[in-house]
DNA sequence: AGCTTAACCTACCGATCGTTCGCTAAATGC
DNA sequence: GCATTTAGCGAACGATCGGTAGGTTAAGCT
């Protein structure tokens, strides 16, 4: 039925096996995202599936690099040319947002999904959603420390509490989104990161 | 080995179950707790633990409801006495965070766990989920439309935003501590409610 | 052309999943 | 005291889980 595939042609179906898991994994969690399933949908053998990987930990692996690279070139990349401090952080989240919103391509709500999935189970899955969220977390910390250098933000403010807080309208439109499938969400979490940032922000 | 049980004793038995279904839930996910598992921990046989059920889902519902009856007497009832409006609502919420932090009956952290978990898989267990975040939103809205009575919050204020932004910082302080374990995560929470509300809590 | 590599297949493994069955025996109702 | 109910057990069910073995066939190198 299936002719064999050149080596070119196998990277294609990895890349074509781990964005299925991406989309399953959405709804259905990383641990939901059974092999027969994949198989299944992609019209292959459940072997021909895992012979990628080698174990299903490993596509679980592959799968979380593929967010996380989705999610980079989505909101760090594109905001990439805005000028550096509030500014560029307002526009990242808005992004953020934004991918949450998007019926396909929810980065930010697999990279969250997956977080809680695995918060509570040692492994190294969990470990990469630890480096994923850290780096995360480093980025906006650096652009925060670059708005006070700026001063657009006060010299005496917090900045390891207003990560936390900027994250937390983050986790609350990525519920409010995918739970509540509020269509307010974004427009909610854009007003709360512009009074958390004191910038306006122009689409 | 095991004698049979009288009427109340197989009540007795059935909120076993269901603690140690929490107890597992909280670390593997609603979803990953097994009859098998739940069997073994408790001494039963499977059909012994089903039995009192009938279905898995009916199980996790019944899960779902201890969990929701955990947290009422956790948070709600414990500040039913502290004045109504921001104060409460302050208390509340730290109530809230503080249980996440505990070791045992991290209610908070249940629910929003499942939340997350089931919020792409629609069924009864979602229905559940929704229902429970809906009244607690409805709780929290109607507190600050007091706060607003009393003059505690502006009355051009948006209750809605609030309660958004308010969820947001609980979910930012579940996963603070779920995930990076960092036990400065009540403290950021309580820092970042009284920015939203304008008190102090004197706990 | 000959040889190696590897992608993918069918078929199967042991384990575990949720659930059902028939049974025993204790508690309960009359 | 006798009949009914029911909590819980042991055993088994079909399905599915992740993973493996061995074979087939195409691609790529020499």
Not at 109 to 133: H, K, N, Q, W
Not at 163 to 189: M, T, W
Not at 191 to 199: I, K, Q
Request: hydrophobic content about 45%; proline content about 3%; overall charge negative.
């Amino acid at each position: 039925m299936s002719p064999r595939k050149s080596a070119v042609e196998s990277a294609a179906t990895r890349t074509r096996i781990v964005e299925r898991a991406f989309d399953l994994a959405t709804s259905e969690g990383l641990e939901g995202v059974t092999i027969g399933r994949l198989a299944f949908d992609l019209g292959m053998s459940k072997a021909g599936v895992i012979g990628h990987f080698g174990t299903k930990e490993a596509l679980q692996l592959a799968t979380l690099d593929s967010a996380v690279e989705r999610f980079r070139r989505r909101v760090v990349d594109r905001v990439a040319g805005v000028p550096a401090g509030t500014r560029r952080l307002a526009r990242a989240f808005g992004e953020w947002v934004d991918s949450m919103a998007d019926a396909e391509g929810h980065a930010g709500c697999f990279l969250t999904s997956v977080a809680t999935e695995f918060d509570g189970r040692p492994g190294p899955v969990r470990d990469a959603v630890l480096a994923a969220l850290s780096s995360w977390s480093a980025y906006v910390a650096s652009e925060l420390r670059t708005a006070v250098e700026l001063g657009e933000l006060p010299v005496d403010g917090d900045v390891g509490q207003l990560v936390f807080e900027l994250n937390g309208v983050a986790l609350a439109a990525h519920q409010s989104i995918q739970l509540h499938h509020d269509p307010e969400a974004p427009a909610r979490a854009r007003r709360a990161v512009v009074r958390l940032l004191g910038v306006e922000v122009a689409d």
